[in-house]
């Protein structure tokens, strides 16, 4: 499946935390990132992952909450979101890329169809 599936979005309280998955293939796949896109806002990057060496990528503005991981042995990249707010409210969606760990959308070649991620105050 070249498609990247996820999992566990859902409706949260402010300051609660949150574990998405992504599975996604391995096969001529370099590296995953997570993306998210609220209303009326452009998609932005969030964090990444490569499969091999386990390089990770974030935002500024996430990298003291959020955290991602892989295991390669379930295909499965991780994003665990901790002291969730109300601006963290999104689709959150993952996405493949063949080389190197871009944070710009247009460098990733298959995308997930999303999960949502509601964050009432």
């Known amino acids: 499946q070249v498609q990247p599936v996820e999992s566990g979005g859902g409706l949260v309280q402010a300051g609660g935390s949150l574990r998405l998955s992504c599975v996604a293939s391995?096969?001529?796949?370099?590296?995953v990132g997570w993306f998210r896109q609220a209303p009326g806002k452009e998609r932005e990057f969030v964090a990444g992952?490569?499969?091999?060496?386990?390089?990770?990528r974030y935002a500024d503005s996430v990298k003291r909450r959020f955290t991602i991981s892989r295991d390669n042995a379930k295909n499965t990249v991780y994003l665990q979101i901790d002291r969730l707010k109300p601006e963290d409210t999104a689709v959150y969606y993952c996405?493949?890329?063949?080389?190197?760990?871009?944070?710009?959308?247009?460098?990733?070649?298959?995308w997930g169809q999303g999960t949502q991620v509601t964050v009432s105050s």
């Open positions: 391995r096969r001529t796949t370099y590296a």
């Open positions: 996405a493949t890329a063949q080389n190197n760990l871009p944070t710009i959308p247009a460098a990733y070649a298959y």
């Open positions: 992952i490569t499969w091999g060496t386990g390089t990770t």
